[in-house]
């Protein structure tokens, strides 16, 4: 590994491992104030951040990398890695598996059994999120001192959420978190502001998903109250309004939309319904049923308008994001695409098919070869043929 980060001010080297949306939003961060080294098992990745190809990143995110560049390096070296660092910080994915319905950390236990045997004085913090129970498991078994700490990072504001976080929620022994904290603090930007909170580990895991699966409840409210309004030719937006204005509900996260979608909302949802096992529950399972009703409802909608060819407009669910994976529209592409001639326009696509649906490139080319414009949110660039597009972006926000 070529040695290229030194700052001779501070002895402390973090390691980040995953450097996808959360891994490369901690390496943004904690290179502001100390030496990283991202771990990568995708060279291609490793070899492009390197060379500093920040083309298909955040602008912000890709400054802040550029601007901190003496401060970080990455690799997919690992042996070197968890020898030389005091933190190594736990970015991996865990999907869901269908089979054991449970988020699977395989890739994590890996990686944490590694660390173990190569650096047993090194503190590892899992940003992951995993199931309740997993960092007790890991802390009982393992030498190394574990944190849970969860990330709280919304799509497309990465700076923002990394730098002027919402909260920390931590968990661990008190005197190693203290420690952990104080890193924390001399990098983030709002450190007077902020709320901490300490908690056991299955309370900080139990957090997180219940966090995340608000929000997809909240997601699966709106877009019901929306299927109920637009069923009896009422006006959505003007419901949607006034059942904000009450304080205690708020008005935010509540345009509709053709489903949630997405790494974490999906997953995390029944991983939470896994999690009650016999406990008495109805509400957690039916959001990801209710999630399911919505992309079918929009489709029955689509399909009985006088369309021979219907042109979807980007697959990403918001419009400031540059991912697609686990997209409602996917959803909402196949389920149309059985039945009628269906185009695409992404321009994050450069292949000239996309599951057997042809990609057209020219936006002008997209818009005069379809009947009708599908639009999970829109944008300026369907103002002019707005007279085709069909969407439940209301607000016009995400």
């Known amino acids: 590994m070529e040695k290229r980060i030194i700052n001779k001010e501070t002895s402390m080297m973090v390691a980040i491992v995953g450097l996808g949306y959360v891994g490369l939003a901690n ?15 995708n060279k291609e990745k490793v070899d492009c951040l390197n060379n500093h190809y920040f083309l298909e990143m955040d602008e912000k995110v890709a400054k802040c990398l550029e601007k901190n560049s003496s401060m970080w390096i990455a690799t997919t070296k690992y042996m070197e890695v968890y020898r030389k660092c005091q933190y190594v910080i736990i970015c991996l994915p865990t999907n869901y598996d269908e089979k054991t319905k449970r988020l699977s950390t395989e890739i994590i236990d890996t990686e944490v059994r590694r660390i173990n045997n190569i650096n047993r004085e090194a503190v590892i913090v899992i940003k992951s999120t995993v199931p309740i129970g997993y960092c007790k498991r890991i802390n009982n078994k393992y030498e190394n001192s574990i944190i849970s700490c969860p990330e709280f990072l919304r799509e497309g504001r990465i700076y923002k959420d990394i730098f002027y976080p919402s909260r920390i929620v931590v968990g661990g022994q008190k005197d190693v978190i203290y420690k952990w904290l104080k890193m924390v603090y001399s990098c ?13 580990y299955d309370e900080v895991e139990a957090t997180k998903l219940f966090s995340n699966v608000y929000l997809a409840m909240r997601v699966a409210y709106f877009n019901e109250l929306d299927m109920y309004a637009e069923s009896n030719d009422l006006n959505t937006r003007k419901i949607i309004q006034g059942v ?6 708020g008005d935010y996260y509540n345009n509709p939309s053709f489903g ?58 918001k419009s400031d994001s540059d991912n697609f994976r686990e997209s409602a529209v ?3 592409l196949k389920e149309l695409s059985n039945k009628k001639e269906v185009i695409l326009y992404e321009p994050l696509l450069k292949e000239k098919e996309y599951n057997g649906i042809k990609v057209i490139s020219s936006f002008d080319e997209f818009s005069s ?7 999970n949110r829109l944008s300026k660039e369907l103002d002019e043929v707005i007279e085709k597009v069909y969407s439940r972006d209301l607000f016009e926000y995400n």
């Open 27 to 41: 390496l943004m961060l904690y290179s502001s104030k100390y030496n990283v080294i991202g771990l990568d098992s």
């Open 188 to 200: 983030i930007k709002n450190k007077k502001q902020i709320s901490t909170f300490i908690a056991e």
């Open 244 to 249: 904000c204005a009450d304080s205690r509900i």
């Open 260 to 317: 949630y979608g997405g790494y974490c909302l999906p997953k995390d949802t029944k991983q939470l319904d896994a999690e009650f096992g016999a406990i008495s529950h109805n509400l957690i399972g039916a959001i990801n049923l209710s999630n399911e009703q919505r992309i079918k409802y929009i489709a029955n909608i689509i399909l009985e308008l006088s369309a021979e060819v219907i042109g979807i407009y980007r697959l990403v669910m």
């Open 330 to 332: 996917l959803k909402l």
């Open 369 to 375: 070869k379809s009947d009708v414009i599908i639009a």
